[in-house]
């Protein structure tokens, strides 16, 4: 079975969403070391799609590994990431911004949202801030 057949037949995917201009994205990205398509996504955003499916091949489940990618792209380009991922049995979003911890959510399969409560304030708190994701959740 082909590595593209293989992809189709488990299901398992991932993108990133940095709020930067690819310009600004773009050397965060090449510390990551993995081969990734980096386009425009409207609005000062940039999404950024693996080449690579490092997940299918080694031990670390695709969540954990766009965890590690979306906090070194949040670091590295000193704006918010948001990660999407997805396999057979969930999927999520982690929420990056720099050296703060991330945050995220989860659904299984059938809907079920098994995520922490935070992640959702701070994902909502995030997004209700129509021009920018800039605000800063993480300060009581």
């Known amino acids: 079975m082909s590595s593209e057949a293989l992809d189709h037949a488990t299901g398992v995917g991932a993108l990133l969403l940095g709020q930067a201009e690819p310009d600004i994205v773009e050397p965060a990205a090449h510390l990551l070391r993995e081969r990734m398509l980096l386009a425009p996504a409207g609005g000062g955003w940039s999404v950024l ?71 959702m304030r701070t994902f909502a708190a995030c997004s209700a801030s129509t021009r920018s994701w800039t605000c800063s959740p993480w300060r009581r």
């Open 49 to 119: 799609v693996p080449e690579g499916k490092p997940w299918l091949h080694g031990e670390e489940p695709v969540d954990r590994v766009l965890t590690g990618w979306a906090t070194a792209l949040a670091v590295g380009s000193g704006r918010p990431v948001l990660a999407l991922w997805w396999d057979t049995d969930r999927s999520g979003y982690t929420l990056a911004a720099g050296f703060r911890r991330t945050v995220g959510y989860e659904w299984l399969a059938n809907g079920t949202p098994v995520g922490e409560d935070e992640a």
